[in-house]
């Protein structure tokens, strides 16, 4: 089986969904039955890429010019479905494909789409969030000209998937009609093991609080800012906020850092490293992640995985990861809530590890091998549906 897989972000560029193709491509390799042509963006001007990242699996990079790493803008989107559409074309004349799988509506779904119309190859669209309408506020002036693309997107597709029973509820606004297949995002838990609690807890004269994602508005690191400042009036001491990652917002969140009075409370990590990602987890208490939306969070789920107690807001992958037993969700911009999720946490050093513990249990449940498994089953029937 060969597969045309098109993706404009791709580690580097992008967040969670370059993440989960790439491991989606590793698990693949691992099966080694099914050969890939992946089509992502270029950073560069006009230089297009080419890179064998394991025996049949290949990597093609589209010029895009990318100023942010972190999202494209509509221009650089534009770019990459134009370029992208030339070389599947190019790649369709040299090989023969069963079928294309696109990671997102806009643009890889439409170009796939374009793609069946004109060489009448089958696709299967991903929805990973952003590119469902209503997912992300920032687009709210554009999603209305986009809902009746994605109807037609989603419609002629072979496949549809998603990643969070909340994310097939958002879909559904948009296509009330639309069968949508969950396949959940995965977690390392082999080279992910949970931290000591009794150690730790032994060792710490502070609790830390962790939030690893990208510094945008969306994932509403300043409404955490706003909760270490309600805590810091009620007097609480003794407690760290760990934020890692880089993004649009990070000027702004120093900004307000400063202002708030908790410059000696809170570290920006900046950009680090998956192993010290990992190592910075080991070290901490709680997890926040206070996302205005997501589809289902890597970082949660590996904080889950570090045997962390979580506290979340009511958004994608929640039902799924976050019982009473191993977190607390609270509503979305309300800083009153977290500060008194935190403090809850804060004065029960026996009720986090509890969660904790609960935590990796849940996590457990949700590994890539299975991710993978669930995709090679889809390519399966989508080949004996062709046949």
């Not at 997107?153 to 009330?176: G, K, P």
């Not at 979305?332 to 990796?360: K, Q, V």
């Amino acid at each position: 089986m060969r597969i045309l897989m098109l993706d404009n972000e791709f580690p580097p560029l992008g967040g969670g969904t370059g993440i989960v193709n790439k491991r989606l491509l590793d698990g693949i390799a691992e099966v080694g039955t099914i050969e890939v042509d992946l089509i992502t963006s270029s950073r560069t001007k006009d230089q297009y890429e080419h890179e064998v990242l394991s025996p049949g699996i290949e990597l093609y990079r589209v010029p895009v010019d990318n100023k942010n790493i972190h999202h494209s803008s509509n221009r650089e989107l534009i770019t990459y479905a134009i370029r992208g559409f030339l070389k599947s074309r190019e790649l369709l004349k040299e090989h023969s494909y069963d079928l294309c799988f696109a990671f997102a509506t806009f643009p890889a779904g439409v170009m796939a789409l374009w793609l069946r119309y004109m060489e009448g190859l089958p696709y299967i669209i991903s929805l990973q969030g952003p590119d469902v309408p209503g997912f992300e506020s920032r687009y709210n002036y554009i999603y209305p000209f986009l809902k009746p693309i994605a109807r037609i997107v989603w419609r002629r597709a072979a496949i549809v998937t998603a990643i969070s029973e909340q994310m097939c509820q958002l879909a559904a606004q948009t296509c009330s009609d639309l069968h949508v297949d969950i396949i959940y995002n995965g977690v390392d838990t082999h080279r992910i093991q949970p931290r000591d609690w009794d150690k730790a807890f032994l060792n710490s004269k502070s609790v830390k609080v962790i939030c690893v994602a990208r510094l945008i508005e969306r994932k509403g690191q300043h409404h955490l800012l706003e909760a270490g400042a309600i805590l810091k009036r009620m007097g609480k001491e003794g407690f760290r906020i760990v934020f890692v990652g880089t993004g649009d917002a990070q000027p702004l969140l120093k900004k307000r850092c400063r202002e708030l009075g908790l410059d000696t409370i809170v570290e920006f990590k900046g950009f680090v490293d998956w192993e010290e990602v990992i190592a910075l987890y080991q070290k901490a208490h709680v997890f926040v992640l206070p996302s205005y939306n997501e589809g289902m969070s890597i970082a949660l789920l590996e904080a889950m995985a570090s045997g962390l107690p979580v506290i979340v807001t009511d958004t994608g992958g929640t039902k799924e990861l976050v019982k009473k037993e191993n977190g607390m969700v609270v509503p979305w911009a309300d800083a009153d809530a977290l500060a008194n999720a935190l403090t809850s946490l804060f004065e029960s050093p026996i009720r986090m590890c509890s969660m904790g513990h609960n935590s990796r249990s849940i996590a457990m449940q949700f590994n890539w091998e299975k991710f993978t498994w669930r995709h090679m089953v889809l390519f399966s029937r989508m080949l004996e549906n062709s046949s």
